[in-house]
């Protein structure tokens, strides 16, 4: 499957605890998007890398933190976690840096973390 | 700020009936609009662009400036339109795609 797959699928810890979320993009695309998304809420974007360089950032939490490495896949950290950051968390990525270009995201189908 | 209401949770249709997701924005400049959907057990997909004017799956969009809307619409709903729908916006000078918190379509036979 040369589509964006991410992992772990599912992740259970404690509060306080720190986990790291992997992404990897489509073959050839330079861009990778971050997003979260809580019960009843849609996508939160987090932050965008585009060939190793922040381009975009949302509503990011202080406690996390993200990059992407020279073979382009990207890790989400998540430090000090609280029963709040229980969600989905997606990454999709694109050819471009700007997402207007296409519109087109292509999304991996996500890791479910739940703090306890 | 870049804004994207959905005003829906779940929207219930009939087969065969008409079908409006509604979709406003908020932003100052030239919008670029989507709308994206994830079927059951799926990923989140593009459906259409509003730059492409075209229609997908029966479903077509217009955007209103003046209504600052992109509602989502098609004509006779069909049980295999069941999904989530998730209203997008761009701008040409931003790097971001904002998504608002989506509409649930079920289709009932």
């Known amino acids: 499957d040369s589509g964006v797959t991410q992992t772990p699928k599912h992740l259970i810890t404690a509060t306080g605890q720190r986990v790291t979320l992997r992404c990897s993009p489509r073959s050839g695309d330079l861009s990778v998007y971050w997003y979260q998304q809580s019960l009843d809420q849609g996508l939160q974007f987090l932050i965008q890398?585009?060939?190793?360089?922040?381009?975009a950032k949302g509503n990011i939490l202080e406690r996390f933190s993200a990059q992407q490495f020279p073979d382009l896949h990207s890790e989400l950290n998540l430090s000090s976690l609280e029963l709040g950051d229980s969600a989905l968390y997606f990454c999709?990525?694109?050819?471009?840096?700007?997402?207007?270009?296409?519109?087109?995201?292509?999304f991996g189908e996500g890791s479910r973390l739940t703090v306890l | 700020a870049q804004r994207v209401t959905q005003p829906e949770k779940l929207l219930s249709v009939f087969k065969g009936a008409p079908v409006e997701l509604k979709c406003n924005y908020s932003y100052s400049g030239s919008p670029e609009l989507f709308w994206y959907v994830q079927y059951s057990r799926q990923r989140l997909q593009l459906l259409l662009r509003h730059i492409s004017r075209e229609s997908i799956k029966g479903f077509t969009a217009d955007l209103n400036k003046g209504e600052t809307s992109f509602h989502l619409k098609k004509p006779f709903a069909q049980e295999e339109d069941s999904a989530m729908y998730y209203c997008a916006l761009s701008s040409y000078s931003s790097y971001k795609l904002i998504f608002g918190s989506g509409t649930r379509l079920l289709v009932r036979p």
């Open positions: 890398y585009y060939n190793g360089e922040e381009r």
């Open positions: 999709a990525s694109s050819v471009g840096d700007k997402a207007q270009n296409t519109g087109e995201l292509f």
